[in-house]
Protein backbone atom coordinates (compact mmCIF):
# COMPACT_ATOMS: atom_id res chain seq x y z
CA UNK A 1 0.00 0.00 0.00
CA UNK A 2 1.08 3.71 -0.14
CA UNK A 3 3.23 4.99 2.42
CA UNK A 4 3.57 8.97 3.24
CA UNK A 5 5.94 10.54 5.12
CA UNK A 6 6.50 14.20 5.95
CA UNK A 7 9.28 16.76 7.19
CA UNK A 8 9.86 18.08 9.35
CA UNK A 9 7.50 17.19 12.36
CA UNK A 10 8.00 20.33 14.07
CA UNK A 11 8.35 23.52 12.16
CA UNK A 12 8.99 27.18 13.90
CA UNK A 13 9.20 30.28 12.36
CA UNK A 14 9.10 33.87 12.50
CA UNK A 15 5.97 35.91 11.61
CA UNK A 16 6.76 37.55 8.00
CA UNK A 17 9.02 34.08 6.98
CA UNK A 18 8.41 31.58 4.73
CA UNK A 19 8.00 27.74 5.98
CA UNK A 20 8.33 24.83 3.77
CA UNK A 21 7.07 21.25 4.49
CA UNK A 22 7.65 18.49 2.44
CA UNK A 23 6.60 14.87 2.07
CA UNK A 24 7.35 12.32 -0.30
CA UNK A 25 5.53 8.68 -1.62
CA UNK A 26 6.08 5.23 -2.56
CA UNK A 27 3.10 4.11 -4.51
CA UNK A 28 3.72 6.15 -8.59
CA UNK A 29 -0.31 5.46 -9.20
CA UNK A 30 -0.94 7.71 -6.63
CA UNK A 31 -2.62 10.93 -8.62
CA UNK A 32 -3.91 13.26 -6.09
CA UNK A 33 -2.20 15.32 -3.39
CA UNK A 34 -4.02 17.53 -0.95
CA UNK A 35 -3.25 19.02 2.44
CA UNK A 36 -5.05 19.52 5.17
CA UNK A 37 -4.61 22.13 7.79
CA UNK A 38 -5.67 21.14 11.52
CA UNK A 39 -5.91 23.53 14.86
CA UNK A 40 -6.36 22.03 17.91
CA UNK A 41 -9.31 20.11 18.63
CA UNK A 42 -11.06 20.83 14.70
CA UNK A 43 -11.28 19.30 12.26
CA UNK A 44 -8.82 18.91 9.22
CA UNK A 45 -9.33 21.48 6.55
CA UNK A 46 -8.11 21.44 3.04
CA UNK A 47 -6.43 24.45 2.29
CA UNK A 48 -4.72 23.26 -1.78
CA UNK A 49 -4.49 20.52 -3.55
CA UNK A 50 -3.32 19.13 -6.62
CA UNK A 51 -3.05 16.39 -9.14
CA UNK A 52 -0.56 14.60 -10.69
CA UNK A 53 -0.87 16.15 -14.41
CA UNK A 54 0.11 19.60 -12.92
CA UNK A 55 3.65 20.63 -11.45
CA UNK A 56 2.63 23.65 -9.27
CA UNK A 57 -0.31 24.93 -8.10
CA UNK A 58 -0.90 28.54 -6.08
CA UNK A 59 -3.41 30.14 -3.85
CA UNK A 60 -2.61 33.71 -2.13
CA UNK A 61 0.19 32.74 0.72
CA UNK A 62 0.37 29.05 0.00
CA UNK A 63 1.65 27.14 -3.23
CA UNK A 64 2.26 23.21 -3.84
CA UNK A 65 4.98 21.75 -5.49
CA UNK A 66 4.69 18.51 -7.05
CA UNK A 67 7.38 15.93 -8.56
CA UNK A 68 6.52 12.66 -9.69
CA UNK A 69 9.43 11.59 -11.09
CA UNK A 70 10.74 11.51 -7.49
CA UNK A 71 7.47 10.53 -5.73
CA UNK A 72 7.97 14.19 -3.58
CA UNK A 73 5.79 17.15 -3.17
CA UNK A 74 6.00 20.06 -1.00
CA UNK A 75 3.69 22.71 0.64
CA UNK A 76 4.93 26.82 0.93
CA UNK A 77 3.81 28.93 3.13
CA UNK A 78 4.78 32.62 2.48
CA UNK A 79 4.65 36.09 4.74
CA UNK A 80 3.34 33.21 7.46
CA UNK A 81 1.33 34.81 10.06
CA UNK A 82 0.28 33.78 13.85
CA UNK A 83 -2.67 32.07 12.86
CA UNK A 84 -0.98 30.04 10.53
CA UNK A 85 -0.04 28.30 13.64
CA UNK A 86 -1.11 24.33 13.14
CA UNK A 87 -0.50 20.90 12.09
CA UNK A 88 -0.44 20.44 8.81
CA UNK A 89 -0.85 17.18 7.20
CA UNK A 90 0.22 15.88 3.43
CA UNK A 91 -1.97 13.06 1.83
CA UNK A 92 -1.91 11.11 -1.21
CA UNK A 93 -4.94 9.13 -3.08
CA UNK A 94 -4.47 6.38 -5.43
CA UNK A 95 -5.26 6.21 -8.97
CA UNK A 96 -8.81 4.32 -10.35
CA UNK A 97 -11.61 4.50 -8.09
CA UNK A 98 -10.02 5.40 -4.44
CA UNK A 99 -11.57 8.75 -4.15
CA UNK A 100 -10.92 10.08 -0.72
CA UNK A 101 -9.04 7.16 0.45
CA UNK A 102 -6.38 8.70 1.33
CA UNK A 103 -3.31 8.29 3.17
CA UNK A 104 -1.84 10.90 5.48
CA UNK A 105 1.35 12.01 6.10
CA UNK A 106 2.71 12.11 10.10
CA UNK A 107 1.54 15.76 10.42
CA UNK A 108 3.97 18.95 10.96
CA UNK A 109 3.42 20.94 13.93
CA UNK A 110 4.01 24.52 12.67
CA UNK A 111 4.21 27.90 14.90
CA UNK A 112 4.79 30.85 13.88
CA UNK A 113 6.17 33.33 16.43
CA UNK A 114 5.14 37.10 16.31
CA UNK B 1 -18.53 23.13 5.68
CA UNK B 2 -21.36 22.21 8.22
CA UNK B 3 -22.87 20.22 4.94
CA UNK B 4 -21.00 17.21 7.00
CA UNK B 5 -22.34 16.70 10.29
CA UNK B 6 -21.11 14.66 13.12
CA UNK B 7 -22.87 14.01 16.26
CA UNK B 8 -22.04 14.10 19.13
CA UNK B 9 -19.94 16.37 19.14
CA UNK B 10 -18.34 14.34 21.98
CA UNK B 11 -19.24 10.78 23.17
CA UNK B 12 -18.07 9.54 26.59
CA UNK B 13 -18.62 5.66 26.81
CA UNK B 14 -17.71 3.12 29.61
CA UNK B 15 -15.26 0.17 28.57
CA UNK B 16 -17.38 -2.58 27.02
CA UNK B 17 -20.53 -0.53 26.41
CA UNK B 18 -21.44 -0.40 22.55
CA UNK B 19 -21.66 3.31 21.60
CA UNK B 20 -22.73 4.50 17.78
CA UNK B 21 -21.48 7.72 16.02
CA UNK B 22 -23.68 9.17 13.47
CA UNK B 23 -22.54 11.43 10.25
CA UNK B 24 -24.88 12.89 8.02
CA UNK B 25 -23.97 14.97 4.56
CA UNK B 26 -26.47 17.25 2.62
CA UNK B 27 -23.92 16.90 -0.56
CA UNK B 28 -25.70 14.03 -1.92
CA UNK B 29 -22.45 12.50 -2.21
CA UNK B 30 -21.91 9.10 -2.95
CA UNK B 31 -18.73 7.99 -1.09
CA UNK B 32 -18.71 8.55 2.72
CA UNK B 33 -15.80 7.46 5.41
CA UNK B 34 -14.73 6.82 8.58
CA UNK B 35 -11.26 7.96 10.00
CA UNK B 36 -10.22 7.62 13.33
CA UNK B 37 -7.99 10.08 14.53
CA UNK B 38 -5.56 9.61 17.99
CA UNK B 39 -4.18 12.27 19.82
CA UNK B 40 -1.14 13.64 17.75
CA UNK B 41 -1.01 11.00 14.84
CA UNK B 42 -2.84 11.46 11.43
CA UNK B 43 -6.19 10.19 10.31
CA UNK B 44 -6.72 6.72 9.69
CA UNK B 45 -8.89 5.33 7.24
CA UNK B 46 -11.79 2.65 8.88
CA UNK B 47 -13.56 1.97 5.85
CA UNK B 48 -15.83 3.74 3.14
CA UNK B 49 -19.18 3.52 1.56
CA UNK B 50 -19.16 3.69 -2.10
CA UNK B 51 -22.68 3.78 -2.35
CA UNK B 52 -23.89 0.64 -0.65
CA UNK B 53 -20.90 -1.10 -1.23
CA UNK B 54 -18.99 -1.55 2.09
CA UNK B 55 -14.88 -1.33 2.09
CA UNK B 56 -13.64 -2.13 4.98
CA UNK B 57 -9.61 -1.71 5.64
CA UNK B 58 -7.47 -4.61 6.09
CA UNK B 59 -6.20 -3.67 9.44
CA UNK B 60 -9.54 -2.49 10.72
CA UNK B 61 -10.56 -4.18 14.22
CA UNK B 62 -13.68 -6.68 14.21
CA UNK B 63 -15.23 -4.58 17.01
CA UNK B 64 -15.76 -1.49 14.29
CA UNK B 65 -18.95 -1.75 12.36
CA UNK B 66 -21.10 0.40 10.50
CA UNK B 67 -24.24 1.19 8.85
CA UNK B 68 -25.31 3.27 5.63
CA UNK B 69 -29.29 3.52 5.64
CA UNK B 70 -29.32 5.98 2.55
CA UNK B 71 -27.12 8.14 1.12
CA UNK B 72 -27.30 10.94 3.09
CA UNK B 73 -26.42 9.10 6.66
CA UNK B 74 -23.83 6.84 8.45
CA UNK B 75 -23.24 5.39 11.20
CA UNK B 76 -20.38 4.08 13.11
CA UNK B 77 -20.93 1.47 15.70
CA UNK B 78 -17.78 0.46 18.35
CA UNK B 79 -19.27 -3.13 20.03
CA UNK B 80 -17.22 -3.17 22.87
CA UNK B 81 -14.90 -0.14 23.27
CA UNK B 82 -11.93 -0.01 24.75
CA UNK B 83 -9.43 1.99 25.99
CA UNK B 84 -7.04 2.19 23.18
CA UNK B 85 -10.35 2.90 20.99
CA UNK B 86 -10.31 6.61 22.39
CA UNK B 87 -9.70 8.65 20.25
CA UNK B 88 -11.43 11.58 16.86
CA UNK B 89 -13.47 10.14 14.51
CA UNK B 90 -14.19 11.94 11.48
CA UNK B 91 -16.55 11.24 9.07
CA UNK B 92 -15.68 12.27 5.60
CA UNK B 93 -17.91 12.95 2.06
CA UNK B 94 -16.63 12.73 -1.64
CA UNK B 95 -18.69 13.18 -4.93
CA UNK B 96 -16.88 10.76 -6.46
CA UNK B 97 -14.82 11.01 -9.84
CA UNK B 98 -14.23 14.69 -10.91
CA UNK B 99 -15.46 15.79 -7.39
CA UNK B 100 -12.14 14.17 -4.98
CA UNK B 101 -12.03 16.79 -2.62
CA UNK B 102 -12.36 15.29 0.57
CA UNK B 103 -14.27 17.38 3.18
CA UNK B 104 -14.62 16.14 7.31
CA UNK B 105 -17.17 16.97 9.45
CA UNK B 106 -16.73 18.70 12.76
CA UNK B 107 -15.48 14.69 14.27
CA UNK B 108 -16.67 12.78 17.73
CA UNK B 109 -14.14 13.28 20.44
CA UNK B 110 -14.87 9.70 22.10
CA UNK B 111 -13.62 9.00 25.95
CA UNK B 112 -14.09 5.69 26.80
CA UNK B 113 -13.92 5.79 31.26
Known amino acids: GENVEQHPSTLSVQEGDSAVIKCTYS??????FPWYKQELGKRPQLIIDIRSNVGEKKDQRIAVTLNKTAKHFSLHITETQPEDSAVYFC?????????????FGQGTILTVHP | DAMVIQNPRYQVTQFGKPVTLSCSQT?????MYWYQQKSSQAPKLLFHYYDKDFNNEADTPDNFQSRRPNTSFCFLDIRSPGLGDAAMYLC????????????FGSGTQLSVL
Open chain 2, 27 to 31: LNHNV
Open chain 1, 27 to 32: DSASNY
Open chain 1, 91 to 103: AAEPGGTSYGKLT
Open chain 2, 92 to 103: ASVGGYGNEKLF
